[in-house]
Each structure stands twice: as C-alpha cells, then as structure tokens.
C-alpha cells in the first residue's frame, strides 16, 4: 500500500470508529451489508454524526461559526480531493467516487443550521428538516448502493426518502423529551408537548407507519449487497416503533425510550436469520 492509500484508509477506519463508537445499532446494521459498502458507509455516518453533534452538543462553543466552518471545509474538500480532517477526507472519497449531488449536502447541512434556529417547526419547516437531516442521507446511502446505476437511483429515490423519513420520525417520537427539555425543540408541527397525549401520538404513528409502508417496495428492489442490510434496519426500526407505540403518550414524554444493547443485538440477529430464511 502507497502512502496515500495509507492516508485513505486510515481516515475512513477513523470514520468506522466513530460510528462504533456513537451507534452500536448502526455500526451492527452495517456489517449485513456486502463488505464492499462498508467503509462507504462508515464515511457518510461519520460525515453526519459530527455535523449533528456541533449543533447538539457543543453548547460552550460558537455553534454556528463551527459549523460554518465545517461546511466551508467540506465543499473545500470535496473540491479539492483532499483534507486533513479525517472525516472530511474520507467523505469527500466517497461523494467523488460514487458522485453523489452536492445538493444533497447542502440540503443536510441546511436542516444542521435549521436546528440552530428553530425550536419549533411548522408543516413547511418539518417536512424540510426531515428532508434535509434524513431523507437525503437515505439517498446518500443509494448513490452507494447503486453503484453508478443512475436508472436505478431515480427508480429507488422516493421509497429511499420514505424509509429515512420513518427513521427519523421515530427518532423525533424517541426522543421527544430530552430534545424538548435539552434543547426546547419541537419538530412535529402544531404540538404542545405539554399538551402531548394519545390522540396526537396515534395520529403521529400512523404518518410515520404509512412511510414504512411505503419504503418497503424499494428495499425489494435493492441491488443484492444492500438488500439485506436495508432490510435489516428496516425490521429494526420497525420493531423500536412497535415498542413505543406499545406505551402511553405520557410515558414518552416522560422518558427516552431504549433498547439495551444486549436486546439490540438479539433485535438484528434475529431479523438478520429470519431475513436470511425467509420468515421476516
């Protein structure tokens, strides 16, 4: 190996513990994947992560210059080919190989600056943010899947956008509470969470059930060395939704709903063999 793939690869293995680190979920979901998607991916989630964690966790710090720098760093990156960021390197790798848009990124990076703004989210505002934070890392993913296949992208688009949409939307159902005691947002438009009960948490949980009804149609299509994988996370989150529809509204705003990582592991293996057998 020549230096400069020394240099590549170190920084995506640093991409890969990053997200071994910050999602034991994640991190599992991705090894169900054909090997060759890994790193890839690994690449995209440490993008992501790190951006997410300037507008959540670094409440000392400038926020928004932070992460304007980050954003000016990425495009450098991108354009250049190069960066002494790990991260940044081993994304910009990634977006040149598998020519992902750059308005897929602008859009993440919008609903980043989104949430340093905003605490609480209108129709219009809410169906940007998910977009932006979710929706276009799904397609992030695809460009990865396809592998050049640009028929198939715009064939799996939508569904991929819908099966991030529902990701996300639990997430928001999930966290609920420490997003609105931490950091007072509210993303699902028009509600109180002091006023949160079980009408307004059916109604929530049928949007969100209605977008894995609807994503399940492109992970059929997926190229083989992804379908699984999707598949995968797809059973995961919709078994994590079953828990939490499973609670009284009162309850979720009372706690952060978790799956001990023991049951995660017990989750992914089950619906990686039940996949694998054809009882999922």
């Keep these: 190996m020549d230096a400069k793939s020394l240099f590549d690869q170190t920084t995506l293995e640093c991409s890969r513990l990053i997200t071994q680190r910050y999602s034991t979920s994640f991190t599992l979901g991705i090894k169900t994947l054909d090997r060759k998607f890994h790193l890839p991916i690994y690449a995209i989630y440490g993008f992501v992560r790190y951006a997410d964690e300037i507008v959540d966790t670094f409440h000392d710090q400038d926020k928004a210059g932070l992460l304007e720098r980050f954003k000016k760093d990425t495009y450098e990156a991108i354009e250049s080919k190069i960066s002494l960021n790990p991260v940044l390197h081993a994304f910009q790798l990634i977006v040149n190989q598998y020519q992902i848009d750059l308005d897929l990124i602008e859009a993440f990076l919008h609903s980043m600056e989104m949430d340093l703004d905003f605490r609480t989210y209108n129709d219009s505002r809410y169906h940007e943010y998910i977009y932006g934070s979710a929706e276009v890392v799904g397609l992030m993913c695809l460009k990865v899947f396809c592998e050049g296949d640009s028929v198939l992208y715009e064939k799996l688009k939508t569904p991929a956008c819908k099966l991030g949409a529902a990701f996300q939307k639990v997430n928001f159902l999930r966290d609920i509470k420490s997003d609105f005691e931490e950091r007072g947002r509210v993303y699902f438009p028009g509600v109180d969470y002091k006023l949160f009960d079980k009408a307004i948490k059916s109604q929530i949980e049928l949007d969100i059930q209605q977008d894995f009804d ?33 609670l009284p509204a009162e309850t979720i705003t009372q706690q952060r709903i978790r799956i001990p990582n023991a049951r995660k592991i017990s989750l992914l293996l089950g619906t990686y063999f039940g996949t694998k057998l054809g009882i999922s």
């Design 214 to 246: 609807d994503s399940l149609i492109g992970i059929e299509q997926l190229p083989d060395g992804a379908k699984l994988g999707v598949k995968v996370a797809y059973l995961y989150y919709q078994k994590l939704f079953d828990k939490i529809k499973g």
